[in-house]
């Protein structure tokens, strides 16, 4: 049945607002989502219009903000589907920013409590570059700062973003809603939030957060490996999302690994207590205590295994420990973590190693010890490139 447009208007135009839908409301916003490609490419398309007017503002003004979006729509978009000039005025899909628990249709389920900002972010961002030299903290789409330094700090505190001790003072006002962190293979960045949580962020990886959080809530997105410190605040559950799982805690110490081309992902937890479950789906989440590891893998169907939780921090303390690994997943980590290529054979990946590896400034020097004590040879290609070869011969001690 063909809901009368006022109907939708009014569903979109309180959502905005922040006036909260019954369920049967919130089903029916969704339906009109579900009706055609039309209605859901136009919540896309007009969710960056919407994000670049609340740009605009220096903290939020509601009215001023439509009226940027209304001349934005106005200029960039044309009529779509049935909906009536008095819509378009207010964005068509504006909504999908503050919309909703809403779900585009095919991306998101439709839940009571979560507005999804962030998802939606993401989905707008560029695609991250990693094999960028430099650190990229995009604050907005009109400004991104490059890090050089191979360890960075960035601190958010009630006024502004601190980069590496103060050396570079950026004023909150200049920030987007929420920013993106991209730490390239060879760097590692560490980040404090705004409400105090320390992150950890590995070569590789990404992080989506807001600038400030939500009164109720706190969530980022990751992409990589990162170690996190949440800090306690029972009143605002924290969330990590990866895209395949979802991560809630209320204050501790955690680990996660996300990375796009790994077949799996995995959450280890230090101290307190968390909540893994496949993305979108918190009916079949499982609560894990310290010292356990929760694996997803392509099935959706979650593992719990005992492991000693200190080791998969230690690249935050400068060295690698691995137990009885395949030397292919040594090796793979030791890339990601230098920037640098290393070649293979099928034979010398096989092989199986316990032991641990102080990561130096030189990739060169590691993997000299790694193949001192391994039946392998180590060449050096140029470029910073390595090869490694299959030696039986190697007197290997172990």
């Not at 330094?149 to 009630?158: A, F, M, N, V």
């Not at 918190?282 to 000693?308: C, H, K, M, N, Y």
Request: some cysteine; aromatic content about 8%.
């Amino acid at each position: 049945m063909k809901r009368p447009e006022h109907i939708i208007e009014d569903l979109i135009t309180r959502q905005l607002d922040g006036t909260p839908l019954t369920d049967t409301e919130r089903r029916e916003l969704q339906e009109w989502l579900e009706a055609s490609e039309a209605n859901r490419d136009a919540f896309l398309r007009a969710y960056k219009a919407w994000g670049n007017a609340r740009l605009a503002e220096t903290r939020f003004n509601t009215g001023q903000a439509l009226e940027n979006v209304m001349a934005r729509i106005a200029e960039a978009s044309r009529p779509r589907s049935f909906l009536r000039p008095q819509l378009r005025r207010l964005g068509i899909g504006i909504a999908a920013a503050a919309c909703v628990m809403l779900a585009v249709v095919g991306y998101y389920r439709l839940q009571p409590s979560t507005v999804p900002d962030i998802e939606m972010f993401i989905r707008q961002a560029d695609t991250p570059v990693f094999t960028q030299k430099e650190v990229q903290l995009v604050l907005s789409e009109q400004k991104t700062l490059l890090l050089e330094t191979q360890k960075s700090t960035i601190r958010y505190d009630s006024t502004a973003i601190r980069i590496n001790n103060a050396e570079k003072t950026i004023p909150k006002k200049e920030a987007a809603t929420f920013n993106q962190l991209v730490v390239p293979y060879g760097k590692q960045t560490t980040l404090t939030l705004a409400d105090g949580t320390r992150v950890w962020i590995n070569a590789g990886s990404r992080l989506v957060y807001p600038v400030v959080f939500e009164k109720q809530k706190r969530e980022i997105y990751v992409e990589g490996e990162i170690y996190m410190e949440v800090a306690h605040d029972a009143e605002r559950p924290f969330s990590v999302h990866t895209g395949k799982m979802d991560v809630c805690v209320l204050g501790t110490k955690f680990y996660i690994s996300s990375y796009g081309r790994d077949r799996t992902q995995e959450v280890v937890l230090l101290s307190g207590s968390v909540s893994v479950a496949p993305a979108g789906r918190s009916d079949r989440g499982i609560r894990i205590v310290p010292g356990q590891q929760a694996i997803l893998g392509t099935s959706e169907s979650l593992e719990v295994r005992e492991v000693e939780a200190e080791s998969y921090i230690s690249w935050i303390h400068g060295y690698l420990p691995f137990d009885n690994d395949p030397l292919s997943n040594i090796l793979e980590r030791l890339s990601r973590y230098y920037n640098c290529r290393i070649e293979c054979t099928p034979e010398a990946e096989a092989l199986t190693l316990s032991g641990k590896l102080e990561l130096k400034d030189d990739p060169a020097e590691v993997l000299k010890i790694l193949s001192a004590t391994a039946p392998i040879n180590l060449q050096i290609t140029g470029s910073g490139n390595f090869r490694i070869d299959y030696n039986p011969t190697t007197n290997n001690p172990n």
